[in-house]
């Protein structure tokens, strides 16, 4: 989900010694999926008011501050709002002044479409010999489609950094830990994990060593869980298993020592402030971040023949206006069984009106064996044809099935979207990492037609001779 706001604090640990803290920190959440919650940093009992959300005067003098993540008339089941009992509001600042852009872009007119297949070697991380960057500085927008403004489209952006910083959205982390302080409280969040943090939500992350990663954007909308249809009330991701901050604050004060960073419009501002965003005492609402282990994802799966669409490996969705259609999915390749019999079991070759952004967390993607690495990325535009390499289609028609494991140690994923996403310029040049030759492994891909038989393919899918 878009944050439109981000911030940077003044927070003056180094990273050893914030390691030891957090090592020794006790990460406390809430289990659920878009509950109404309520929550209390421990040092401040009844901190939350009682029977109303504006007192005249809050417990221990704080004050009331409304974060409205929907239209005030939303439908009840659409509406999202907290309510956050803070030392300060959040109006506390000087003015917001427009700061350098760094690599993130919302123009998706820097270079000529190309419908061509394309790749990504992993993204580099900045040498440690090279200019530190922070979580702001070390964000890259790879591609993206739609208009900021008029809250419609989304961006996908690469993040890689090398020390502690600060920024917002769907995270997904693919090399290094992130801590990371909001309003709400703090998270830890591995690779494996994501994360998402709301639009307006502020939070600041912290990392400790080389880190990588990806995060979807998504203008205007928010993220939901995926209907289940006829598999029933329980399955894919469980709304049991994401987890939200409990409250935290710190009661720090320092002049204009925390400097607020606002990605407004698509642009970024910075704004002083003398006091810790992160002085929420108290919350309540069903608007929140929230993070969530992809090892709990129940996967449902073909048990008699032919291959599912991956639709059924959505974990989150970003719905469009159009009933069925998602400005974009969050879908996973988890570790599972194949079983299907008379099967070719990888992803079949397939043109699809959707764009399908994929990124690799760890192991190898089934349907690539070389070429798709951790870190790297691959974009099929929307018709854009694609599917298994070449070496993958040999095996996988040839292959006795029994059943297997599939992507044991893999954790792949795409970010599916209805938008046609235009690259920038930093995807296709600067970062240097697109993959020349990716177009070559379906270069041997050759005819097994046999006009003169028509026998069908043997058994256990072996190739007509
Ligand atoms: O292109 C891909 O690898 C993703 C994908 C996987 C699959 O099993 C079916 C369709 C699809 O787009
Ligand atoms: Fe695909």
């Known amino acids: 989900m878009l944050s439109d706001f981000s911030h940077k604090t003044g927070l003056k640990f180094h990273s050893t010694e914030l390691k030891i803290i957090w090592d020794h920190y006790h990460f406390s959440y809430i289990p659920g999926f878009g509950n109404e919650c309520a929550s209390e940093d421990p040092r401040c009992p009844g901190a939350l008011p009682e029977g109303q959300n504006n007192p005249q005067v809050c417990p221990y003098n704080l004050y009331a501050e409304q974060l409205s993540g929907s239209a005030f008339t939303c439908p009840r089941s659409t ?50 010999s090279q200019k530190k960057v922070d979580f702001v500085s070390g964000l890259h ?97 469980n709304p049991r298993d994401f987890l939200i901050p409990v409250a935290w604050y710190e009661d720090r004060q320092v002049p204009g020592g925390y400097t607020v960073i606002n990605k407004y419009q698509g642009k970024l501002f910075a704004a002083k402030q003398d006091v810790s965003p992160f002085n929420v005492v108290a919350w309540h609402g069903n608007y929140t971040p929230y993070k969530y282990n992809l090892e709990n994802f129940m996967v449902i799966n073909s048990v008699a023949f032919d291959h599912a669409d991956p639709s059924i490996f959505t974990v989150l969705t970003a719905k469009s206006l159009r009933p069925g259609v998602a400005i974009a999915d969050f879908v996973i390749f988890p570790p599972r069984w194949g079983v299907a019999d008379k099967t070719f079991r990888p992803p079949y070759y397939h043109r699809n009106c959707m764009s399908e952004f994929m990124g690799l967390i760890k192991g190898h993607y089934e349907a690539k064996q070389g070429g798709f ?9 929307s018709m854009t044809p694609h599917g298994p390499d070449a070496d993958c289609f040999e095996k996988a028609s040839k292959a006795k099935l029994a059943p297997e494991r599939i992507a044991d140690g893999t954790m792949a994923f795409m970010f599916e979207s209805s938008l046609s996403m235009a690259v920038t310029k930093w995807g296709l040049k600067t970062s240097n990492c697109l993959d020349e030759n990716y177009y070559k492994c379906w270069e041997p891909l050759k005819s097994h037609f046999t006009p003169n038989s028509r026998k069908p393919a043997g058994l256990n899918g072996a190739l007509l001779p």
């Not at 419908?115 to 440690?128: D, G, Y």
């Not at 909001?182 to 943090?197: A, D, H, R, S, W």
């Not at 690495?373 to 535009?381: E, R």
């Open 79 to 128: 509406n999202k709002r907290s309510w956050l009992y803070r030392i300060l509001p959040s109006v506390s600042h000087k003015p917001f002044e427009s700061i350098d852009q760094g690599h993130i872009t919302h123009n998706w007119d820097e270079v000529d479409p190309d419908p061509n297949q394309l790749r990504w070697k992993p993204f580099e991380i900045p040498k440690a």
């Open 141 to 237: 927008t790879l591609c993206g489609a739609g208009d900021i403004k008029s809250n419609n489209g989304l961006a996908i952006h690469i993040f890689l950094y090398l020390f502690t910083a600060a920024l917002s959205l769907l995270l997904v982390p693919q090399k290094g830990k992130l801590h990371i302080y909001t309003e709400f409280g703090k998270m830890l969040v591995q690779p494996n994990e994501i994360c998402v943090i709301q639009r307006g939500m502020r939070f600041s992350i912290d990392v400790f060593e080389e880190t990588r990663g990806y995060i979807l954007e998504v203008y205007g909308v928010h993220f939901e869980l995926p209907d289940l249809g006829p598999i029933g009330a329980n399955g894919l991701a």
């Open 373 to 381: 690495l951790p870190g790297g990325g691959s974009l099929h535009s």
